[in-house]
T-cell receptor, first 112, second 115 residues
Framework: GDSVTQMEGPVTLSEEAFLTINCTYTATGYPSLFWYVQYPGEGLQLLLKATKADDKGSNKGFEATYRKETTSFHLEKGSVQVSDSAVYFCALTLSNDYKLSFGAGTTVTVRA | EAGVAQSPRYKIIEKRQSVAFWCNPISGHATLYWYQQILGQGPKLLIQFQNNGVVDDSQLPKDRFSAERLKGVDSTLKIQPAKLEDSAVYLC?????????????FGPGTRLTVL
C-alpha cells in the first residue's frame, strides 16, 4: 500500500545549523507530497507541498524537492532557529484520493 | 478566520467507559476528517465526511467507534466502550473540498487517556 518512511528522531541541533529530514515514499500512482509541522501545544500545520515531479515546495526557509527517480521528498533548512523546534511529518495523497498518509514524525529540538 | 475548534482538549477515562469528542470546522469547509494519532506515530484517518455524508470510514473500528456530522457542520466522535489501546490524540481537520490538492486544516486535538 501507499506509505511514507521518514527519518527517525529525535534530532537535536544548535542554532544556525543545517537541518535535513529524510522522507521516502511508496505509492501506486502519482502522489502529492507534503510536509506538516506541529509546534508544541499546537495543531498540525501545512509547511509546504509539491504536486508533481521536480516541483520544489518552500516556506519559512524550508525547502523540499519532489524526486520521482528516488521517490524522496527530503526537508531542508540552511540555518535553523530555536523557534523551529517542533515535530515534522512527511505525508502524501494520491491524485485520485484525498486521504493523507503520514510518516511517523521526526522531533527536532534546536538549542540556543 | 477562526480555525478548527475541538473540545475537550484532554480527557481521562477508565476502560469500558464511553467518551465523546466535538469538532467545529472552519466555516464553509465541506469536508471534515477525524484522525487518530497514537504516541510516536503519524495520524491515521478514521473517517471522512463530505457535508453530512460519510465518504470513507474503512479504518473506523465500528464495533466501538461512531461519528456523525449532523447538518454538515459540527461533528462528534464517540467511543463506547473504550479500550486501553484507544489512548491517543484525536485530531479533527477540515478542507474546502475533497481534492487531494486542498489543504487540510487541523484542530489542536483531544488527548485521550484510557486507564
Amino acid at each position: 500500500g501507499d506509505s511514507v518512511t521518514q527519518m527517525e528522531g529525535p534530532v537535536t541541533l544548535s542554532e544556525e545549523a543545517f537541518l535535513t529530514i529524510n522522507c521516502t515514499y511508496t505509492a501506486t500512482g502519482y502522489p502529492s507530497l507534503f510536509w506538516y509541522v506541529q509546534y508544541p501545544g499546537e495543531g498540525l500545520q501545512l509547511l509546504l507541498k509539491a504536486t508533481k515531479a521536480d516541483d520544489k515546495g518552500s516556506n519559512k526557509g524550508f525547502e523540499a524537492t519532489y524526486r520521482k527517480e528516488t521517490t524522496s521528498f527530503h526537508l531542508e533548512k540552511g540555518s535553523v532557529q530555536v523557534s523551529d523546534s517542533a515535530v515534522y511529518f512527511c505525508a502524501l495523497t494520491l491524485s485520485n484520493d484525498y486521504k493523507l498518509s503520514f510518516g511517523a514524525g521526526t522531533t527536532v529540538t534546536v538549542r540556543a | 478566520e477562526a480555525g478548527v475548534a475541538q473540545s475537550p482538549r484532554y480527557k481521562i477515562i477508565e476502560k469500558r467507559q464511553s467518551v465523546a469528542f466535538w469538532c467545529n470546522p472552519i466555516s464553509g469547509h465541506a469536508t471534515l476528517y477525524w484522525y487518530q494519532q497514537i504516541l510516536g506515530q503519524g495520524p491515521k484517518l478514521l473517517i471522512q465526511f463530505q457535508n453530512n455524508g460519510v465518504v470513507d470510514d474503512s479504518q473506523l473500528p465500528k464495533d466501538r467507534f461512531s461519528a456523525e456530522r449532523l447538518k454538515g457542520v459540527d461533528s462528534t466522535l464517540k467511543i463506547q466502550p473504550a479500550k486501553l489501546e484507544d489512548s491517543a490524540v484525536y485530531l479533527c481537520a477540515s478542507s474546502p473540498g475533497q481534492s487531494s490538492y486542498n489543504e487540510q486544516f487541523f484542530g489542536p486535538g483531544t488527548r485521550l487517556t484510557v486507564l
